[in-house]
C-alpha cells in the first residue's frame, strides 16, 4: 500500500466506487471534510492512478444485447497473438478479454442480440483457432 494513502482516502474511494456522481460536499459530509477537501484527496488518488477512471452502469437489454457468452480461445499456433489481437481490437461485440494461463488462450466476454450474430463472431475466430463457449444465464453481483 502506498504510504501516501490513508484511512479517509480509502473511505473516499469506497464511496465513489459505490456512486462516482457524489459530489464531494455530499462525499466530505461522510468522512467529516469539507468538499474542497474531498476534492484534493481525490485528485490526489488520480495523480496515483488509484482512480483511473469513471464509468457508467448501463442495461444492455434495453438496448437488445442481451445474450453474453464466454469463449476460451485456443490459438492454432503461438505467431497468431498479434493477428488475434489485431482482430478482437476491430469487434465491438467482444466487451472483455483477458490472456490467460492453464486451458486456453485467452478468455473474452462478449455481447451481442441474438444468437445468429454470436455464430457470425464464432465463425470470425476461426482462422485464429478452435473456441470453447459458454453461454451466460444469469448474473449475480
Same mark, same amino acid.
Given at each position: 500500500?502506498?504510504?501516501?494513502?490513508?484511512? #479517509?482516502?480509502?473511505?473516499?474511494?469506497?464511496?465513489?466506487?459505490?456512486?462516482?456522481?457524489?459530489?464531494?460536499?455530499?462525499?466530505?459530509?461522510?468522512?467529516?471534510?469539507?468538499?474542497?477537501?474531498? $476534492?484534493?484527496?481525490?485528485?490526489?488518488?488520480?495523480?496515483?492512478? !488509484?482512480?483511473? &477512471? =469513471? #464509468?457508467?452502469?448501463?442495461?444492455?437489454?434495453?438496448? $437488445?444485447? &442481451?445474450?453474453?457468452?464466454?469463449?476460451?480461445?485456443?490459438?492454432? *499456433?503461438?505467431?497468431?497473438?498479434?493477428?488475434?489481437?489485431?482482430?478482437?481490437?476491430?469487434?465491438?461485440?467482444? !466487451?472483455?478479454?483477458?490472456?490467460? *494461463?492453464?486451458?486456453?488462450? =485467452?478468455?473474452?466476454? !462478449?455481447? #451481442?442480440?441474438?444468437?445468429?450474430?454470436?455464430?457470425?463472431?464464432?465463425?470470425?475466430?476461426?482462422? =485464429?483457432?478452435? =473456441?470453447?463457449?459458454?453461454? *451466460?444465464?444469469?448474473?449475480?453481483?
Amino acid at each position: 500500500m502506498n504510504e501516501t494513502i490513508d484511512d #479517509t482516502d480509502l473511505r473516499i474511494l469506497q464511496i465513489l466506487i459505490q456512486d462516482a456522481k457524489r459530489s464531494h460536499k455530499d462525499v466530505g459530509e461522510d468522512v467529516h471534510l469539507t468538499g474542497q477537501a474531498v $476534492g484534493a484527496r481525490v485528485r490526489k488518488l488520480q495523480d496515483l492512478g !488509484v482512480i483511473e &477512471g =469513471y #464509468t457508467v452502469k448501463w442495461n444492455p437489454e434495453r438496448l $437488445g444485447l &442481451g445474450l453474453q457468452a464466454f469463449v476460451t480461445v485456443f490459438l492454432n *499456433s503461438g505467431d497468431r497473438h498479434a493477428a488475434f489481437r489485431a482482430f478482437i481490437a476491430t469487434r465491438e461485440d467482444i !466487451v472483455e478479454v483477458h490472456r490467460i *494461463s492453464g486451458e486456453g488462450c =485467452y478468455l473474452m466476454r !462478449v455481447r #451481442t442480440g441474438t444468437t445468429e450474430q454470436l455464430n457470425q463472431l464464432l465463425e470470425a475466430l476461426l482462422p =485464429y483457432g478452435n =473456441y470453447r463457449m459458454n453461454l *451466460s444465464l444469469h448474473v449475480e453481483k
